[in-house]
């Protein structure tokens, strides 16, 4: 177990796979935001100033 957990924290520390892995966190990220957010038709809410 303890060759294992060597190998793979020597994998990651490498500087190419841990800056892959934070571009990828970061991209998951932007795409859940837009997801999320980017879909919605800004028509869809009633007007606040109606009442006005």
């Known amino acids: 177990m303890g ?5 793979l924290k020597a994998f990651f520390n ?3 796979v841990f800056w892959t892995m934070r571009v990828m966190y970061y991209l998951f990220i932007l ?8 879909f919605k038709v800004t028509n869809s809410s009633t007007y606040i100033y109606n009442e006005f």
């Not at 795409?31 to 980017?38: E, K, P, Q, S, V």
């Open 31 to 38: 795409l859940g935001l837009l997801m999320i957010y980017g």
């Open 14 to 16: 490498l500087s190419y």
């Open 3 to 7: 060759f294992f957990t060597k190998k």
